[in-house]
């Protein structure tokens, strides 16, 4: 079983629908949560960064973390279509270790 | 402007080749990562180095060699032994003891002819 299991998609909706998107993850070390946002042929961005439980907001984006059941999420309100790309969640045990990534849900925001 | 930069964006090799794809940062981080990026794969980590002249494999090692000469470049050399280099490669950096300043370069795609 891979560490971190992502839906790769694809995920398409209207312009501003609320998107939601998970990963699982079965490593219970795993302290530290990230999302990157990836435009096609580019380097990935970091989005958000949560430490354990819990929720944090920017914006138009929301994470989630829920370590009893081992499963992020990142909610985008109000989609936009420059909000289509690919979204990696990405996590570590420790902080400064190299990070354990899911394989990335496509979205697809349409006007 | 901070940032990472990897050259070149697009590489063409020979099969039977090594090739050595530069990553260059001015963040002053002294950690420093490789992935590789396959359709439906996710980023699967190649070396890290978390300071000079020191370095580790990660998981999928074989077929590549880095060094760690400089704080600021972590080239990565694709042997003619990696059985399957086409590829998009990613370079990253980050403070060691700070993950959430893991920041990724544009990236390089390796294709082997």
């Known amino acids: 079983q891979k560490e971190v299991e992502q839906d790769p998609g694809p995920l398409s909706v209207p312009e501003g629908a609320i998107v939601s998107l998970n990963c699982t993850y079965s490593n219970s070390a795993f302290q530290y949560f990230m999302w990157y946002r990836q435009y096609s042929r580019k380097g990935p961005e970091l989005l958000m960064y949560t430490y354990s439980s819990g929720n944090k907001e920017d914006g138009r984006f929301t994470a989630q973390v829920d370590k009893s059941s081992k499963y992020i999420s990142l909610f985008i309100r109000d989609s936009q279509p420059s909000d289509s790309a690919t979204y990696l969640c990405?996590?570590?045990?420790?902080?400064?270790?190299?990070?354990?990534f899911g394989k990335g849900t496509s979205l697809l925001v349409t006007p | 402007d901070g940032g990472i930069t990897q050259s070149p964006k697009y590489l063409f090799r020979k099969e039977g080749q090594n090739v050595t794809l530069s990553c260059e940062q001015n963040?002053?981080?002294?950690?420093m990562y490789w992935y590789r990026q396959d359709p439906g794969q996710g980023l699967r980590l190649i070396y890290y180095s978390q300071i000079v002249n020191d370095f580790q494999k990660g998981d999928i090692a074989e077929g590549y060699s880095v060094s760690r000469e400089k704080k600021e470049s972590f080239p990565l050399t694709v042997t003619s032994a990696q059985k399957n280099p086409t590829a998009f490669y990613l370079c990253?950096?980050?403070?060691?003891?700070?993950?959430?300043?893991?920041?990724f370069g544009p990236g390089t795609r390796l294709t082997v002819l």
């Open positions: 990405a996590m570590s045990p420790n902080s400064g270790y190299a990070l354990n």
């Open positions: 963040l002053n981080h002294d950690a």
């Open positions: 990253a950096s980050s403070i060691p003891d700070r993950t959430d300043t893991q920041y």
